[in-house]
């Protein structure tokens, strides 16, 4: 997607359709297209709305894909951002590498991000020694 100064509404109407055809009609496929297509900014308020597709999914699907985006070190920081942001929703250990990657962003959002997701991490893993 385009960053924020360039979108239109015509663009992230269109945007939003395809979204909502997933939560009717998830595919799994569409998991890695949808995590890789966040450009610069929120979508106008779109972005956060594409995780309710990927709760549409399975959890190990999304979490797969997730890591695959999370450890590709080529990714844009856009796309780095809200990959690390969705984690925090599917915390998964099959994350904490991706997680490390996103922790030395030099973008302080994405490590802020990061750091909230890998202490979930070690929440889960502290509770579950307990």
Do not use: H
């Not at 109407?13 to 297209?33: G, T």
């Not at 999304?62 to 450890?71: H, N, T, W, Y």
């Not at 080529?74 to 990959?83: E, G, K, L, V």
Request: with cysteine; glycine share 4%; proline share 2%.
């Amino acid at each position: 997607m385009p960053s924020d100064k360039d979108l239109t509404q015509d663009i992230i109407d269109k945007y939003d359709d395809v979204r909502k055809f997933f939560i009717k009609n998830p595919d799994k496929r569409a998991i890695e297209l949808f995590l890789r297509s966040f450009g610069e900014g929120d979508g106008w308020g779109v972005y956060q709305l594409v995780e309710d597709f990927f709760y549409q999914c399975d959890d190990i699907d999304v979490k797969k894909e997730i890591k695959k985006v999370l450890e590709d070190t080529t990714i844009p920081d856009n796309i780095r951002y809200w990959a690390t942001q969705i984690a925090t929703a599917f915390s998964d250990e099959i994350l904490r590498d991706g997680l490390q990657i996103s922790l030395l962003s030099k973008n302080i959002d994405i490590r802020d991000v990061a750091k909230i997701a890998i202490n979930q991490l070690d929440e889960c893993q502290k509770n579950k020694t307990n």
